[in-house]
């Protein structure tokens, strides 16, 4: 007689759902609430790898993997499946840390890309998160290389003298991690066990699908999130990540797309950016239908605070700083190489003017505007704004003097010696 594993999860059939999504989602009133919880299914095991593929396959085909309600649904069930986080005791050391500056509350920040851009320039993302460090309490969330020679993780595996163990960072150690330093890298693979039931659908089917829009949106300490700078390789993603933030209760975040349809704030000219704006509106007594994922309440005031999309356009000069071709800063080098220059620029050892080092300020520039720190008021602070009313300039006098002041390169090493203080 055969025997059944019962230790497995049964698949569950989602056919009916599948039948409905194609040809025309909408006629057939598919929500994005069924299919978060078709998504959801594939954390647990609990979906058949035909399935699983027809699934990711209409969602691309019919653009719904591109819609704002379903991306920030299927984000949240992702969270969900995530490997769980005490966040009270994590709120309650980041509340005694008491990081406070300007507009900036001490909170937990991100900065991060969907990638796919096909430039393969220098990792911006993962290297102004150290510098910011300087200012801000960073959980930067991030996985190895997807579409680039060179991921988040494989650079930092590739630090000199000493990388960190960034394995051991995970839901039981990293109370610990933010009691020693300000940053904090959060592998996509220790938080989110579930991905690894997808990894081979995805890699067969041969295109980005929707997990490749969800990383963004998937830290794990969502929730204890102040403030964020999220990169998109497509213009046409902007408004639409920025409605899927806000529509998770997002207040302090910025979408950029460079125009060449980078995932980061451009060095060589124009970068489209959505920022959300929180409006206070009057108080409000009896209203009906007020829509909670749109709205936020302010409970100092009193108040509803109305979040509005702000949209602009950034350019280096904005910064303070010159163009610089993605030629000069997209060498395609792999991990040790870009690990190289990540040390180089965290020890002010590149020159005061090199185009990489002014690439990562201009980033830097930005988590800073938008976590707030910008707003403070002194002697050297520099008042400018441009446009969306950013201190962008301001921001960059911060990030240069994190560099040469070696607040980022202090950040940096305590972050590697606390995670390898711990056991194995």
Known sequence: MSSVDNSKPQHISITPLLKRLWPDPAKANVSAAEIALAISRVFTDQLSSVQTGALLTALHFTGWDRQ????????EVMRDAAMPVDKAALAEVVRKRGIKRGGYGGGLCDVVGTGGDEHSTFNISTASSILASSHLLVSKHGNRAATSK??????LNSMSPTPPNIVAVNPETLRKVYEKTNYAFLFA????????????????????????????LANPVEGLIEARIIGVARRDLGHTFAEALTLGGARKAMVVCGAEDLDEISCAGPTYCWRLVERPAPAVTDQVGVDVAEEHRDDEA?????MDIESFILSPSDFGLPAHQLSDVAPGKLPHENAEILSKI????LPHDDPILHFVLMNTAALFVIAGICESEGGEVIKDTGPGKGRWREGVRLAREAVESGTAWKSWTSYVDVTNSFEA
Not at 346 to 349: D, E, I, V
């Open 346 to 349: 965290l020890q002010n050892q």
């Open 189 to 216: 693979p220790v938080f989110h066990p579930g991905m690894r039931y997808v990894a081979t659908v995805r890699k067969e089917l041969g295109w980005r699908t929707i997990f490749n829009l969800l990383g963004p």
């Open 302 to 306: 009193g108040q509803l605070a109305s």
């Open 150 to 155: 060179s991921g988040s993780a494989d650079v």
């Open 68 to 75: 704002a309600d379903v991306i920030a649904r299927c984000a």
